[in-house]
């Protein structure tokens, strides 16, 4: 399975921004999100809306148009060529994530030290009493894996919560040495000091630049040529030189492999496993996701999509949609699932009082992003 360009097609977006969307009020979409959640076994997908009120930057506009033209594909972060060399020296420097949160040596920090939100909150304590059995992320920054992780153990959230599009917290070098990513940060600022140095006055003057909503560093009139990326440390010991390292999420044109951990065999088969599905905070621009809607579609699951804006989903008969953020909400839904019981459940209580709200600054929705030459 393969990861494509998100896309949208334009027929839906011209039909969507034409249409007059009937504004509901959060009461009405509680009450209909807990009627389907209710009778349990669900499944969730979510998307970049979810991370929002964390701080990071949705992948979309409200018009539902991809706002950072500049894509980057897998091919290039891998050439073994100097080509590919230079490419890896930009990237680490200003882009190093895909799909939801792109970061870089400067960009990374922001994402690593994001907090939890509401939703993500509300979506573990859904899990803990498994009204909720699987979580099917399309985000990469690790924060619903943050929201439980004092609840449950590694091996259960590896379990119950699957990154479709892998993490940033991590980095795999070409041949398959994993790295953490704080320790390959801090290789990166041994290897260069000026940089580091810089990042820490950033940080000292709380300046940060300005990023696309894709997360890229804007940055001008810079010089890659002499950032320096360091080799695999494991590769080394095995008297070899690769710094053709990446972190471990998936870029355009790469498949989704049994290497990432994920195979399309055992996301389907979660699919099959739940009664109903609920897509939240994702414009399902990219076919990996998008193939689980259709595959509950074929099996007649019950399918709710909880997203603002547009998406591919708009019309397919079969999809009941709620054009509302999930943060306005879902609080108030797992207590009406949960009835009384979410006070009686120190634990429920405890994560349904818990969950920043910090949406990133409103030049979010920037429709002409600054790009890099």
């Known amino acids: 399975m393969r990861v494509s360009v998100p896309n949208i097609p334009e027929a839906i977006l011209r039909s969507a921004n034409a249409a007059q ?6 009461a009405e979409a509680v009450e209909r999100i807990a009627t389907f959640l209710s009778p349990g076994n669900a499944a969730v997908v979510t998307g970049a809306g979810v991370s929002v009120d964390s701080g990071i930057r949705a992948y979309r506009g409200a018009k539902g148009r991809y706002l950072n033209p500049n894509y980057k594909y897998y091919h290039e972060l891998m050439d073994p060529s100097p080509k590919g060399a230079a490419f890896r020296r930009r990237y680490w420097y200003v882009h190093p994530l895909l799909l939801w949160s792109l970061r870089s040596y400067l960009g990374y920090p922001p994402v690593r030290d994001a907090q939890p939100n509401t939703t993500h909150f509300a979506l573990a304590a859904l899990q803990y009493t498994s009204v909720v059995n699987k979580v ?11 929201a439980i992780a004092h609840v449950w153990d590694t091996t259960r959230m590896d379990q119950r919560i699957l990154e479709l599009h892998g993490r940033l917290r991590s980095v795999r070098c070409a041949h398959g040495h994993i790295t953490d990513r704080n320790i390959f940060q801090q290789q990166l600022s041994v290897a260069n000091p000026e940089w580091k140095a810089f990042a820490d006055e950033l940080e000292a003057t709380g300046r940060q630049p300005r990023t696309n909503p ?35 999420v998936i870029f355009f044109g790469e498949s989704i492999t049994k290497e990432s951990g994920i195979a399309r065999k055992h996301l389907f088969h979660d699919v099959e496993r739940c009664d109903r599905l609920l897509l939240m905070g994702t414009t399902l621009a ?29 019309g397919l008969a079969g999809v009941d949609k709620i054009d509302i953020a999930s943060g306005a909400v879902m609080r108030d839904v797992v207590k009406s699932v949960l009835g009384a019981g979410w006070t009686t459940d120190s634990v429920v209580a405890d994560l349904l009082q818990s969950g920043i709200v ?16």
């Open 214 to 248: 894709d997360g890229d560093v804007v940055l001008e009139g810079v010089n890659y040529d002499e950032f320096v990326v360091p080799d695999c440390p494991e590769c080394l010991l095995e008297h070899r030189h690769n710094n053709i390292q990446k972190p471990e």
């Open 286 to 314: 990219t076919f990996s996701a998008f193939r689980l809607l259709r595959h509950a579609m074929d099996l007649h699951k019950p399918v709710l999509l909880l997203n603002l804006g547009p998406t591919r989903a708009d």
């Open 358 to 373: 910090k949406p990133p600054p409103d030049d979010h929705d920037d429709t002409a992003p600054r790009v890099e030459a």
């Open 136 to 146: 099917i992320t399309q985000n990469v920054d690790g924060l619903h894996h943050k």
């Open 21 to 26: 969307t009937r504004a509901i009020l959060p």
